[in-house]
């Protein structure tokens, strides 16, 4: 594997450990509101708040999502991350290597 493919590699295993840390965030979130809603401490409004989080998500405005929207927004994550590396083609297989191996 050549220097693309060490960076694929390690924006992988980077994007794991923040996705792994994004996701307990989020559930130790759920988990408090949930616990404090249950107690009658506060009130969420979960219709609010998924309106609000599917207009953030529909990036064209039709509002639906679905996995054509997904895979999109997907591609240009890694059009993104990849910019300006030397081989992209060494970076992807670097990247999924890395998805799959860290």
Known sequence: MGFSGLLGAAAAAA?????????ASVGICLILIQVLAYNDI???????VHEQVRQVLDTTGT???DSDKFKRQVK????????????????LMGFLLGLKLF
């Not at 994007?15 to 996701?23: E, F, P």
């Not at 506060?42 to 609010?48: D, E, F």
């Open 15 to 23: 994007l794991k450990a923040v996705g792994r840390l994004l996701a």
């Open 42 to 48: 506060i009130t969420v409004k979960w219709s609010v």
């Open 63 to 65: 509002g639906r999502l």
């Open 76 to 91: 240009k994550g890694l059009v993104i991350l990849s910019e300006g590396v030397p081989s992209v083609s060494g970076f």
